[in-house]
């Protein structure tokens, strides 16, 4: 199959690769690219732990292909830090015990991204039904839903 050099903007850098028009975009992140904190999970989109931001919004990356990523902006678990220290989210699931294995955190933290920055005041019922397509097998979801709203921003407040 004939690959395709492409640039793609990942966590506020440039990377080229060299992909074939069938790569999702989590192949090339985890095998070209070398950033395994997206997690490969069911590849079928169902569990929630490929998910990454496209431009701000939550997206699959393993129903993505990479092709389509050209020319937006990924962000990745490596990339939501900016300071080298956890992330406020990251800090929060930590602190509240909202992860077991971690194999699902990468995802639902990413998620949880997305609906903040969408919604910084979101009320537990839509974190709940934003976060119902990311899937956890050893930790219930109660802390994770304390998690996002520990770091939500009350309406009226600046953070």
């Not at 590849?43 to 431009?55: K, P, R, S, Y």
């Not at 639902?108 to 920055?117: C, H, K, N, S």
């Amino acid at each position: 199959m004939m690959k395709t050099a492409i640039e793609l903007h990942i966590n506020g850098d440039s990377y080229d690769a060299l992909v074939s028009p069938n790569n999702t975009l989590l192949e090339v992140l985890r095998e070209k690219l070398g950033l395994m904190g997206t997690k490969r999970g069911c590849d079928l989109g169902a569990c929630g732990a490929c998910t990454v931001l496209i431009d701000g919004e939550a997206a699959l990356s393993c129903l993505m292909l990479a092709l389509d990523a050209v020319g937006k902006k990924v962000t990745t678990i490596e990339g939501l830090s900016e300071t080298g220290e956890l992330h406020p989210l990251q800090k929060a699931f930590v602190d509240q015990g909202a992860l077991q294995c971690g194999f699902c955190t990468p995802g639902m933290i990413m998620t949880a991204q997305a609906i903040l920055q969408e919604d910084p005041d979101p009320t537990e019922e839509i974190i709940k039904k934003k976060m119902a397509g990311n899937l956890c097998r050893c930790t219930g979801y109660k802390k994770v839903v304390e998690a996002v709203m520990n770091v939500r921003t009350p309406a009226g407040k600046e953070d």
